[in-house]
């Protein structure tokens, strides 16, 4: 964990808003388009997948929260949100941004396993395409199968497609980065990421006692999942 942690708290560091929603601007975020974004990025999954609607009695679990963005949006439908983060300094940064939030619990993760508190639903978005190694992605679908109660269901924002996670920055990038002028990180692999195989998280779901209900963009960078634990 301290390996993501590290990095993904450099990150805060350096632009918070701009390595939550890579469309702002480095170091000049439009910060009413970056809210807004959590909420059409929240529904453009959800509606992708043919959720059910997030009620007021729900327990949600945001995997991977960063600043809060899709937060906001779970808090105002949820009766109850665990925004879970791998960077302390994005959350300290979220809690400075959703004070008025009085409905989230911020929590840290451990870069593998999730809090012990059963949930309702869970959302993810991305988030997993961001991990190096699929095997992390897995390994929280796994846990998903732990913590999601009965009727529970989770949608899931994860990439297929390998060669989104081979492009490298270009030189004239990265020596933009090396003097401060562009993003760092960008060719390290915390960033630049990993895919999962459809058909393994398919079997890893199974597994863990979920059922997979619907996919949609397979084979692509954005591909939506649904899995769900019967009641």
């Known amino acids: 964990m301290s390996d993501m ?19 702002q601007g480095y170091r000049a975020p439009d910060l009413e388009r970056f809210w807004a974004g959590g909420e059409e990025g929240l529904d453009a999954l959800l509606g992708a997948l043919g959720a059910p609607a997030i009620r007021p009695e729900h327990t949600v679990l945001d995997l991977g929260c960063g600043l809060g963005r899709v937060t906001r949006a779970l808090a105002a439908r949820a009766g109850r949100v665990v925004a879970l983060d791998v960077s302390a300094a994005m959350l300290d940064r979220a809690r400075e ?27 993810s978005l991305v988030v997993f395409q961001h991990l190096p190694d699929p095997a992390l992605t897995l390994g929280y679908v796994r846990e998903l199968g732990r913590v999601l109660r009965p009727g ?19 030189a004239a990038r990265r020596a933009a980065s090396a003097v401060g002028r562009a993003p760092r990180g960008q060719d390290d692999p915390r960033w630049r990421g990993s895919a999962v195989d ?16 619907a996919v949609a963009g397979a084979g ?3 591909c939506a999942v649904r899995a769900s634990r019967d009641a």
Do not use: K, Y
């Open 97 to 123: 941004l959703n004070g008025h939030l009085g409905n989230v619990e911020w929590v840290q993760g451990d870069g593998a396993t999730l809090p012990d508190v059963g949930v309702d639903v869970a959302v």
């Open 220 to 222: 692509t960078q954005w």
């Open 198 to 213: 459809l058909s393994e998280l398919e079997r890893v779901a199974d597994a863990a006692g979920l059922r997979i209900e």
């Open 5 to 23: 942690a590290a990095f993904w708290d450099a990150r805060a560091r350096e632009d918070a808003f701009f390595f939550v929603d890579d469309r």
């Open 152 to 170: 529970g269901w989770a949608a899931l924002h994860v990439s297929n497609d390998p060669a989104a996670h081979d492009r490298a920055p270009s």
